[in-house]
C-alpha cells in the first residue's frame, strides 16, 4: 500500500500543475490585447519603436522612427521567400507555434543556463514586435506564445506577413521594409533585387549591430546560405541564383570589420520600463484581412515619428 503513495503524490502535483498552468493561459487570454481590430487597422505604433524610443530618451540622444507601410502584393517575391525561409520555413503549417523548435530550443537553454537559442516563429516575432519588445523572461515567452495563437485565430496568413514585413526592425530607426530598403540600399520595397532582399533578411537577428559597409563574416556566410537554400528549394532558377550571387558578392565586397565573427552578434538594449501599447490606439489604415489598407502612409512616403 506504502509502494502507492509517492505515485499518488507525483500523479497530484502533476495534475495540480496542469491546472494552474491552464488558469495562467486563462488568465493571459483574458488579459493580452486583442489582435482583432488589427485585420483592419495598422498600428500606429510598436512596443519595440516606443522601447526605441525610451532606450534613446535614457541615452540623451534623438530618436526618429521612419515607417511607411507597403501592401505585401509590392514586396518581391523573392524577398517574402526569403523572409519565409529563413525566420519561419513551417509558418503555411503551424497555428502560431512551432513546438518541435520550442523543446529544442528549451533543452539547449536548460543545458547553457540562459535564454540562448530562438524558437519564435514568425507569428510570435510579430507579437513581440508589436506588444512586448525585446526583454526575455519566462512569462514574456509565455505572453508571446498566447498573442500567437490569438493573431493566428484573428488573422489570415496573408495578414500576418504583411503586418511582421511592415513592424520588423531592419536598422536604427527604420521599422518595415519599406524604410528599411531605403535605408539599406536607397530603394523602395518593391524595387528590391533578390540579393538585396537576402541580405535584408539575413540582417533581422541582429539589425542594430549590422554594417553593410562592413560586413562580417557572419553576415556573409548566412546571406550566401540562404541564397543557396532559395536556390535548392526552387525559389531561384540557375539564372536568377547567377545573377543573385554575383550581386550578393558585389553587396557583401566591403573589409571586414575589426570585431569580426562568424556568430550573429546579441542584442544590447537596456532593460527599460516602457510604455504598454494601447491595441486600441493601433489605427493606421482602413484595409481588411486579405485585403492590405490603402491610408497614405502606403502610397510610399516614409513616416517620420
Do not use: C
Amino acid at each position: 500500500m506504502s509502494s502507492r503513495h509517492p505515485f499518488r503524490r507525483a500523479l497530484i502535483a502533476l495534475l495540480a500543475a496542469i491546472a494552474l498552468a491552464g488558469a495562467v493561459a486563462t488568465a493571459l487570454w483574458l488579459t493580452l490585447p486583442d489582435p482583432r481590430p488589427l485585420a483592419r487597422t495598422n498600428p500606429a505604433t510598436t512596443a519595440l519603436i516606443e522601447q526605441r524610443r525610451a532606450e534613446a530618451a535614457a541615452m540623451r540622444r534623438p530618436f526618429r522612427a521612419h515607417r511607411a507601410w507597403v501592401p505585401l502584393e509590392r514586396v518581391p517575391g523573392p524577398t517574402v521567400a526569403a523572409l519565409i525561409l529563413s525566420e519561419d520555413a513551417g509558418f503555411y503549417g503551424h497555428e502560431g507555434l512551432d513546438w518541435a523548435a520550442v523543446r529544442d530550443a528549451a533543452e539547449h537553454d536548460l543545458r547553457v543556463g540562459r535564454f540562448a537559442r530562438g524558437a519564435s516563429t514568425l507569428t510570435q516575432q510579430l507579437a513581440k514586435n508589436l506588444w512586448l519588445g525585446t526583454r526575455k523572461s519566462l512569462l514574456r515567452k509565455a505572453e508571446e506564445a498566447v498573442l500567437a495563437v490569438k493573431l493566428e485565430r484573428a488573422l489570415s496568413k496573408r495578414r500576418i506577413l504583411a503586418l511582421y514585413l511592415n513592424v520588423v526592425e531592419f536598422g536604427d530607426g527604420a521599422f518595415g521594409i519599406e524604410a528599411g530598403a531605403r535605408a539599406r540600399f536607397g530603394v523602395g520595397a518593391s524595387e528590391l533585387s533578390p540579393a538585396q532582399g537576402v541580405v535584408l533578411v539575413s540582417l533581422l537577428p541582429a539589425p542594430l549591430r549590422v554594417d553593410l559597409d562592413r560586413p562580417s563574416t557572419w553576415l556573409r556566410q548566412r546571406s550566401r546560405r540562404l541564397l543557396d537554400r532559395m536556390h535548392a528549394t526552387g525559389r531561384l532558377d540557375d539564372e536568377a541564383h547567377r545573377r543573385a550571387a554575383a550581386d550578393l558578392e558585389r553587396i557583401l565586397a566591403g573589409p571586414r570589420p575589426q570585431d569580426d565573427r562568424d556568430e550573429p552578434p546579441e542584442e544590447a538594449s537596456p532593460d527599460l520600463a516602457l510604455p504598454e501599447v494601447d491595441p486600441a490606439d493601433q489605427n493606421g489604415g482602413d484595409g481588411t484581412a486579405g485585403q492590405e489598407p490603402t491610408s497614405p502612409r502606403e502610397q510610399g512616403g516614409v513616416e517620420h515619428e
